[in-house]
């Protein structure tokens, strides 16, 4: 009998990760290992927004380079996985029976966090990917919709991504380089840890007025909702969260991977 797969928040980091795993590669690799391997993938990334939601049905994705002032190497790099274009038909229609009037584009490709976190979840690149955007007009709620009207998929071998980052503060970019962690960092995560273990939805949803140093960890929203696609996703209002330490890169944005296994935990 097979085991339902469980939904997932990577927060994918710089590009650079893509050749500089840290401890978010083995982690997912570790991640990926100890799950049944799933027949396709649907990841909702923080690099595509829009104002309601998209949905890639691309037959060969192509890998998007959305980045700028990084080594040659890294552009270098392809993940050439097939898309899924039927199953792109069925999440736009489950979208669809939620209210949540999705479009689908025919040709948009894998962006960074997307391709960088595959690269070691399933670096054969044979799995089917498609993507869903991101609508931070709509807010954490409308995410979690989002992947509530999608979870039933993960009874059917389809694994359901959020990728962004737990923390996620540009403006901190090379300022804590040197050993040093940006002093908002911990006290964030360890709130968020606190409140999906103990499945409190509604102090997640308000996140900005509850959570401690929520301007500083998130300016913007978008590197944080794929989280709540990822809860929402779990099926359940008891998410069966548990978390993945990666550790904080550049000592402002942390690694954090989050596994939600529903009620079925």
Do not use: C
């Not at 997307?114 to 498609?130: F, H, K």
């Not at 609508?135 to 709620?141: A, C, D, F, N």
């Not at 964030?188 to 007025?209: G, H, N, S, T």
């Amino acid at each position: 009998m097979s085991s339902l797969l469980p939904s997932l928040y990577i927060s994918h980091g710089s590009p650079m990760t893509a050749l500089q795993p840290g401890l978010v590669g083995p982690r997912l690799a570790e991640l990926a290992a100890g799950l049944e391997r799933p027949r396709a993938i649907v990841m909702a990334s923080a690099h595509w927004l829009g104002r309601a939601p998209l949905v890639s049905a691309a037959a060969q994705p192509q890998t998007i380079h959305d980045f700028g002032g990084f080594p040659e190497a890294l552009y270098q790099l392809q993940y050439p996985a097939p898309g899924a274009p039927e199953l792109a038909q069925d999440v736009a229609q489950r979208l669809a029976a939620a209210g949540l009037q999705p479009s689908i584009d025919p040709q948009r490709g894998l962006d960074h966090g997307a391709w960088v976190p595959l690269r070691y979840l399933y670096p054969e690149a044979d799995i089917p990917v498609l993507q869903v955007s991101i609508q931070p007009s709509l807010g954490p709620r409308h995410q979690f919709a989002m992947g509530r009207a999608l979870a039933s998929l993960r009874e059917q071998g389809v694994l359901l991504v959020g990728s962004g980052s737990i923390t996620h503060n540009l403006h901190d970019w090379h300022h804590y380089e040197a050993g040093k962690e940006a002093p908002y960092v911990r006290p964030f995560i360890q709130w968020v840890e606190e409140k999906l273990q103990a499945d409190d939805l509604p102090a997640m949803f308000d996140y900005r007025q509850q959570a401690p140093f929520a301007a500083q960890a998130h300016p913007t929203d978008e590197h944080l909702l794929p989280l709540y696609f990822a809860m929402g996703a779990a099926g359940s209002d008891q998410l069966g969260a548990q978390r993945i330490d990666a550790g904080i890169d550049m000592g402002f944005l942390a690694m954090d991977i989050y596994r939600f296994d529903g009620a079925a935990r």
